[in-house]
């Protein structure tokens, strides 16, 4: 089942805390700023790929994709 990227997403059973979060976002924004601007992209979508395939489901990374698009 796909889920509707029009409706507000429910956190997973095994999501990671607020305070988890933070740190990923702090982890992130370090290896973007080790990445540099010229590889910034490179980098996001390597790890967007690596993420992807750790996930496992084809149809969940494209919600999450159309979900990271929403309000931009």
Do not use: R
């Not at 429910?10 to 924004?29: G, H, K, Q």
């Not at 992209?41 to 999450?64: E, I, S, W």
């Amino acid at each position: 089942m796909i889920a509707d990227p029009t409706q507000p997403m429910t956190a997973p059973p095994n999501a990671l805390t607020i305070d988890s979060l933070e740190t990923v976002y702090d982890a992130l924004a370090s290896a973007i700023d080790q990445a540099g601007a010229d590889k910034a992209q490179l980098f996001l979508v390597k790890l967007a790929l690596l993420q992807a395939n750790a996930l496992g489901d084809a149809a969940l990374v494209q919600t999450q994709i159309d979900a990271a698009l929403k309000d931009l």
